[in-house]
């Protein structure tokens, strides 16, 4: 099964490792390569899509700058895409183009895996970019009481708002002055700004505010123990990593490339497998 990453600046990216690992849990033998513009020309994203169908690819992740271009090219849009209007998974079928927004569907699968049946409660996201989006959405499918949004650029917090509240989910969005009393008030705490990764570090919020009735979720993966999640587990917060996050949304997506339900329910029975392997590997739990 040929598949492969289209992207900038996506030579480090562990998408490769993730797809060859679950082909060879699933016995699916599997290549994965990366079209990166940065290291190779690429003229348009539906140029590039073309060129890997014509070459035999079963289906391509898309990540920036071409999620949003990605809907565009899909002539069978699923849920997820639909909704936030970006897609990170394109699957060539005979009948056309599916997208996908598997950071959507993989953000809810490793809320279940993660946190089990625990209600999200009233949520604080951080950070309104493509992520933040895919998120929103997934809180809104998992029945958060309500979502909270806070971005630097309010026109984009106010904007999501008004997109969840059309597909039913309450929302709302505040300013940074209004955070200490916010987080007071809230279940869940989430973070989807770069704040935390190796090249930004730093928390998102103030340590202090975090209590031991919050659960966090960190899309921040590089390093996988950010000061985020650090803090959250030092006064005893629940925590959904970045990791969940990373190993959800390839299984979804890999399940999408499967051609059939055979092999779909094979890689649904390694994702738990795959999912401690990274917690081992990236959070050192060796429990997992």
Not at 73 to 82: I, Y
Request: with cysteine.
């Amino acid at each position: 099964m040929r598949l492969g990453l289209i992207g900038k600046a996506i030579m480090n990216s562990s998408s490769p490792d993730l797809h060859r690992r679950l082909g060879e849990l699933t016995g699916i033998p599997v290549t994965y390569d990366l079209f990166d513009a940065n290291e190779q020309p690429i003229a348009s994203l539906e140029s590039q899509v073309r060129q890997v169908i014509a070459d035999g690819y079963r289906g391509v992740n898309v990540t920036f700058p071409w999620k949003e271009a990605a809907v565009t090219l899909a002539d069978r849009p699923a849920e997820g895409a639909r909704m936030v209007g970006a897609a990170n998974t394109l699957v060539f079928e005979a009948g056309g183009i599916v997208a996908e927004n598997t950071d959507f569907t993989g953000f809810i699968s490793g809320y279940r895996a993660t946190l089990g049946e625990r209600a999200p409660g009233r949520v604080l996201l951080i950070g309104t970019g493509g992520v933040g989006k895919a998120v929103a959405f997934g809180l809104g499918k998992l029945g958060a009481q309500e979502i909270i949004l806070m971005d630097l650029d309010a026109a984009k917090s106010r904007q999501l708002v008004g997109e969840l509240a059309a597909q039913g989910f309450a929302a709302s969005f505040i300013t940074p002055d209004q955070l200490d009393a916010t987080v007071a008030r809230c279940d869940g705490l989430v973070n989807c700004t770069p704040i935390g990764h190796e090249k930004s570090p730093g928390c998102p919020l103030p340590k202090g505010l975090i209590q031991p009735h919050h659960w966090i979720f960190d899309a921040v993966y590089v390093p996988a123990v950010t000061e985020f999640v650090a803090a959250a587990r030092t006064v005893g917060a629940s925590v959904m990593s970045g990791v969940s996050l990373f190993v959800f949304q390839g299984v979804d997506a890999f399940k999408l490339f499967c051609e059939d339900e055979a092999r779909r329910a094979a890689a649904d029975e390694q994702a738990m497998t795959l999912f401690a392997h990274y917690r081992r590997e990236l959070l050192k739990e060796n429990d997992a």
